[in-house]
């Protein structure tokens, strides 16, 4: 057994079942689809800073290149109309992931998803303190609402629907209605001692908390847990880091991104929505608080998807001389435009590929150190417009910095760099199937000999 083989078969045998079970983990699955779900409503909100600041703003770069202020005098005015949006999105960011944390809590350990949600919700509520008193009338402020209470909503999600699932299924808690009840009314009875005993039990703990941090949960848990995980965690380090391994991963066919994606979120998700804040308040990327987030790695280093394959895919259309590698190129460049890289991945294929693992692994992280050494020189602004995943390579931080064209070409010069990088290793995988062909006409004539 060779060296290769004998490594893959280790990483197999201590990986492979560490990944499955994250993958599988019920809270871990719980938090990653929480994010993944409530993507489409930042979604909106992002669409509507980049409207309101590229299109609708004078100085914005496509109104600029349009000349739409010339055309529409008054073109600004109807910014108004879309900043709503921003409050029913990134505003409440928070109340979204309390809900759907309970709701994929209750799916998992097989409960009441719809009832489980709305008692996180419930719960997220009586914890909430910063309520402040203005003429004798209360008010609920908006502070921990969006980014800055996502912690607080993971673990009350957590919390709610760990309780929930347990409760639920115990018989002595529930109250079984008559056939002839409506469906509704019976589904609620079912669980009415559950969501009783579990938003009694956060009062309880409302009012303990309250005695040792008069400023409440969330401004504890933001000041210890919170604060601290996002300022670790949004370096280039770190950036690297998490694609290194989620690129890692790739190579034994476990669906890297996936895999990392609940700590990824954890870390970066209130930095990335602080930075669509900040250009929602400037309508500018420049100056964004947090340069150095996630969306370095989408921005430079995810053409084609994982492992920058859009540059493989161009290094095999240049230098392989294999047949299948072409016939595999010509199938994956349609989705690898979009970011989809499966077919390079398994048909190719990535994985298991001695040839590709480093480059797979390597290209990527020199990428985001690229993208990063523009932005840190001030040359680009950072990525703070949200972009979708399935944008087109170069055009991710074009509009990631709000129509930078220098970023644009940034986008271009990474393709580049992982094209040059992916070459000599096409070029190996050439001299790999020539060896292969010749063994096997030995072995042909070989055996046609002893015949």
Known sequence: MSFMEKFESVVERLLVPIATKL???????????????SFPIIMAGSIIILLNFAILSPDGFIANILFLEKLFPNLADAQAVFTPVLRGSLDIMAIFIVYLVGRNMAIAMKADELLCGLTAVSCY??????????ENQSFLTTKWLGPQGLFVALIVGIIVGELFGRLSHAKRLQINMPPQVPP?????????????????GFAVLSFIISMFAKDGLHNLVYTVLQAPLKDMGTNIGTVIFLGVV????????IHGPNTIAA????????????????????????????????????????????GMTLGLIIAIFIASRRKEFKE?????????LFNINEPVIFGLPIVLNPIFIIPFILVPAINTFVGYLFIEFN???????AVPWTTPGPLIPFLGTG?????????????????????????????????????????????????
């Open 23 to 37: 993958n599988s983990q019920r809270h871990i699955c719980a938090i990653r689809d929480a994010f993944i779900l």
């Open 125 to 134: 509520f009586i914890i909430y303190t910063p309520y402040t008193i203005v």
């Open 184 to 200: 509704a009314v019976a589904r609620t009875f079912k669980v009415l001692f559950p969501i009783v005993i579990i938003t009694v």
């Open 246 to 253: 989620a690129n890692f991963l790739w190579i034994f066919g």
């Open 263 to 306: 700590i990824r979120e954890t870390i970066f998700t209130e930095a990335n929505l602080d930075n669509l804040n900040y250009v929602a308040k400037t309508g500018s990327a420049w100056g964004a608080p947090y340069p150095e987030t996630w969306a370095l790695n989408d921005a430079f280093a995810n053409y084609g998807g994982s």
């Open 328 to 336: 595999i190129g010509k199938l994956s460049i349609g989705p690898g």
């Open 379 to 385: 040359l680009i602004p950072p990525i703070a417009y």
């Open 403 to 451: 129509g930078n064209w220098v970023a644009l070409l940034v986008g271009f010069l990474c393709l580049a760099i992982s094209t040059i990088v992916y070459l000599p290793f096409v070029i190996a995988a050439n001299k790999t199937a020539k060896t292969d062909a010749e063994e096997s006409i030995e072995n042909q004539a070989s055996n046609t000999i002893s015949g």
